[in-house]
């Protein structure tokens, strides 16, 4: 069964979502504070977390970086900020989705099961070479010196991991497969997401630019990820 980590503080909707991901066969735990909910991470063992930013020991998208900089499992924020900046905000520290208070109890378990399906799904090999063994299986273009760690979800650059959120992760995993095709922003919505999950242009541009950062020696001036005015983006060889 798949484990959900609810970190909320408010007793209502924290009972709520305990009682309906319980009935939807989810196994739950729920905490009340940012300490309690880091501690669960490693102790509960999640497979997707939901995060309120308003806590009694911790407010706000730092919280977020926080929990992503522990882990890269699915995160979806759920918050009563509604505003545009603040979703953009929470993606760009890590949150793979946002819900604004209050919600569809419906609209919350899509929402779970698209990131949870894109989180659980692999690479085709066919684009690539590896001789390494099964449970150390890369994408390469060893000619750059990039390759994607399918196990540990990481870029490697000269044979160092680097970290990304779950949503880095995907878009770069396309590029890699797919190498030199232009991707339009939607396109990199739909992979990334799906249709129902919240996500726009101008996260996908958030992410396109802390990707650069990453990869990039000079992310100004970028040789790996081009962008295509009036398209969208592509990754070259």
């Known amino acids: 069964m798949t484990k959900a980590l609810v970190i909320e503080d408010d007793p209502i909707i924290g009972e709520m979502l305990t009682l309906y991901l319980a009935e939807e066969h989810f196994v739950v735990n729920r905490v009340e504070t940012a300490r309690e909910g880091l501690q669960a991470i490693h102790t509960f063992e999640p497979d997707i977390i939901l995060l309120d930013l308003m806590l009694p020991d911790a407010a706000g998208t730092e919280l977020c970086a926080q929990v992503r900089g522990i882990t890269d499992l699915p995160l979806i924020v759920i918050s ?3 505003a545009v900046a603040d979703r953009i905000q929470a993606i760009s520290s890590g949150a793979d989705d946002y819900l604004c208070k209050p919600f569809s109890m419906q609209e919350l378990k899509v929402r779970m099961n698209a990131v949870l399906r894109r989180y659980s799904q692999q690479p085709v090999l066919s684009t690539a070479r590896t001789s390494a063994k099964p449970d150390q299986q890369s994408l390469s273009l060893s000619q750059q010196g990039i390759a994607l760690d399918l196990e540990r979800r990481t870029i490697v650059i000269d044979g160092e991991h680097i970290e990304t959120t779950f949503s880095e992760y995907e878009i770069m995993k396309l590029f890699v ?8 922003r939607e396109e990199l919505i739909n992979a ?14 958030v992410h396109v630019t802390n990707l650069r950062r990453k990869l ?9 990820i081009k962008t295509v005015w009036g398209v969208g983006y592509k990754f070259m060889k």
């Not at 497969?177 to 339009?184: D, I, K, L, M």
């Not at 799906?194 to 242009?201: E, K, L, R």
């Not at 990039?216 to 790996?224: C, L, S, T, V």
């Open 216 to 224: 990039e020696k000079n992310p100004k001036e970028p040789q790996f």
């Open 192 to 205: 990334v997401r799906g249709i129902d999950s919240f996500i726009n242009d101008r996260a996908i541009d």
């Open 177 to 184: 497969q797919h190498p030199g095709r232009v991707f339009t």
């Open 80 to 82: 009563m900020k509604s």
